[in-house]
């Protein structure tokens, strides 16, 4: 028993033994690793203080990667036919980078050799720009370069077996908005900026359309220390085809450019729109301005001038440029209002075709005598509701409204459209001034034949398109349809029949009296050989009275009984009417020069046998003062 407890005991002080010698083992080989470890924390130390600004330089020229915005194009905006009236061009920005040069000292004079070589720049600024700005990795030397003009510098770069050291400069891609017919339909086209957007015009009303959303551009390193990139990319903004025509618009535009030069005014504004839909083929005004600089005043003023301006008078004069007349400016028609009188009163019954007026050259309305202006000095005496159309006589009109009454008057006023917006698709539209019905009875007189009644070119030309083509009133519109750069359709813009004005009755009758009015009355000056066409000349005396300023114009549709083009015609201040008696011979005279071409590129087609109308005996349409 004792020798079995012995070799027990024998056994235990073996394995205590074993288990020593195998824990100096560990402690000896964990001595070994900790020297190790030691050694090589040590070496990395040495190794980062001999080089830790070279290692250092290597990783953070890896990390000066930078994402960076890709930006969007910028949608087109063309006519119904196709043709760009504007467009986005893809430019580029010279960016230099001083860190990245100043990184390696083998970086800096090839680079610099080629940016004088490639883009003629000044060596002693890019010296400057090392030594002001040595940490800046952003500093743009040149922008807006057209991918020719960098195309020598890229292939240098890229030949990197012949030009390793070319570093520390890279192209930002950016896009140059473009107008390739300068300032034609600049009104209504508008301008954009990089930076605000779309300003006026459809740039401004479509701005949302027309802008995309810019991409980025970024690099990171990776776990391997390579740099990976990643792009997501822009989403280009929708392309716009506008309801005009470039034909139309620059026939317009010929004609007031030719009657400016010759008989300057101060405004001339001209609409042509398709009276079956409410487009707007063309629009038109004078002054105009060049969209490739649409800062630029010397067109309406001296050097000198512009100097002397401060901040807030140049604001002012290029608004006044920028201003689109036939939307954003009310006046009184005069008496292009008539044919609204006359329809009125025929939808009311008040008076029908073959109906008599006594004229006796004035009318006394609450002891206030109106003249008419184009009656001799006995006026026109018996007058049927055609000729005083044709003849434009004031008490017939006054005697019209008369029998109409205030109230209903105001009726037809709304149903016209006038004192509300049209809402066309272009910014700052007036919405003009109408009475209500408790005008006074020489009020009622006065907006009878379109004076104390203020109104804008488009809601003059969407109205009598309405009381000319059967009496369906469409909302002028500038937009057709919006696109992909794909050519798929985003949104068609279809016409939109807002309401009825008058009857087909009614409709017929006015189409036959303006029709009377061009070939024998007033408006006779505009006839167009074999053409039949309908319309109304109108004077009005400016406010204030006293100083006899006019506003002449002319409003009319082709061919007369089946009308495809209204063609609305307003001359501000005509040409040395100023103190005399306005009269509505320019308004003719440009109405008649565009009808000549606007009726044959339309493809509308001779309907009448005529020969060359003498005007020479017409009496021209004046005004006298008006109450």
Request: some cysteine; aromatic content about 8%.
């Amino acid at each position: 028993m004792s020798n079995t407890n012995q070799l027990r005991e024998r056994n235990m002080r073996k394995k205590r033994a074993m288990l020593r010698k195998t824990r100096n083992k560990i402690s000896v080989a964990f001595f070994v690793i900790i020297v190790i470890l030691l050694v090589i924390v040590g070496r990395i130390i040495m190794i980062n203080y001999d080089n830790g600004d070279a290692y250092s330089k290597i990783v953070m020229d890896k990390l000066s990667y930078r994402s960076t915005a890709l930006p969007y194009k910028r949608g087109q905006i063309s006519d119904c036919n196709g043709t760009v009236l504007a467009y986005s061009e893809k430019v580029y920005n010279l960016i230099l980078d001083p860190k990245m040069i100043l990184s390696e000292e083998a970086y800096k004079e090839p680079t610099f050799a080629a940016l004088v070589q490639c883009f003629n720049l000044e060596r002693e600024n890019l010296e400057s720009i090392l030594q002001t700005k040595p940490s800046s990795q952003y500093e743009k030397l040149l922008k807006e370069l057209s991918a020719d003009d960098i195309a020598e510098f890229q292939a240098l770069q890229k030949d990197t077996k012949n030009n390793p050291n070319i570093k520390g400069v890279w192209f930002e891609q950016s896009y140059l908005r473009r107008y390739p017919f300068n300032s034609l339909a600049s009104d209504v086209i508008g301008f954009s900026t990089t930076v605000n957007g779309g300003e006026i015009g459809l740039e401004s009303y479509y701005n949302n359309e027309l802008s995309g959303t810019d991409g980025m551009s970024y690099s990171y390193v990776g776990e391997d220390l390579e740099v990976r990139n990643q792009e997501k990319k822009p989403i280009d903004g929708y392309n716009i085809v506008t309801t005009l025509d470039y034909r139309v618009q620059d026939i317009l535009e010929k004609n007031i450019k030719k009657l400016s030069e010759e008989r300057p005014a101060k405004n001339i504004g001209v609409i042509a729109m398709n009276p079956k839909n409410g487009e707007i083929l063309g629009m038109a005004s004078y002054p105009t301005f060049d969209l490739n600089n649409p800062r630029d005043l010397s067109i309406l003023y001296t050097e000198e001038e512009i100097e002397g301006m401060d901040d807030s008078a140049t604001s002012t004069a290029l608004y006044s440029l920028w201003n689109n007349f036939c939307v954003s400016e009310i006046y009184e028609p005069g008496s292009t209002f008539k044919p609204f009188t006359v329809a009125a009163c025929l939808e009311e019954g008040i008076a029908h075709d073959g109906d008599t007026f006594q004229c006796n050259a004035y009318e006394d309305v609450t002891g206030v005598q109106i003249r008419c202006h184009s009656s001799g000095s006995g006026g026109h005496g018996e007058i049927s509701l055609e000729k005083s159309l044709m003849e434009s006589c004031n008490p017939a009109m006054i005697q019209i409204a008369a029998k109409l009454g205030a109230k209903k008057w105001c009726v037809y006023q709304t149903l016209y459209g006038f004192g509300a917006m049209t809402n066309i698709d272009l910014p700052r539209e007036e919405a003009g001034v109408v009475s209500n019905s408790d005008m006074l009875p020489v009020d009622l007189a006065c907006n009878s034949f379109g004076q104390t009644i203020n109104v804008n070119m488009v809601q003059m030309a969407a109205a009598f398109s309405s009381i000319i083509n059967g009496g369906n009133y469409y909302q002028p519109h500038v937009v057709k349809r919006i696109e992909k750069d794909t050519g798929e359709v985003v949104k068609n813009i279809e016409p939109l029949l807002i309401k009825q004005t008058v009857t087909e009755n009614t409709s017929s009758l006015l189409r036959k009296y303006l029709k009377s009015t061009v070939d024998e009355g007033l408006a006779k000056k505009v006839s167009v050989t074999g053409y039949s066409i309908g319309g109304k000349t109108g004077t009005a005396q400016k406010y204030p009275r006293a100083d006899l300023k006019w506003l002449v114009s002319f409003i009319g549709c082709a061919p007369s009984q089946d009308p495809q083009v209204v063609l609305y015609t307003v001359i501000d201040e005509p040409y040395e009417t100023t103190g005399t008696e306005g009269t509505t011979s320019d308004a003719q005279v440009l109405s008649k020069n565009i009808f000549e071409e606007l009726l044959p590129y339309l493809n509308i087609f001779k309907d009448v046998n005529a020969e060359d109308v003498d005007t020479s005996d017409v009496p021209d349409e004046g005004m006298v003062t008006v109450p």
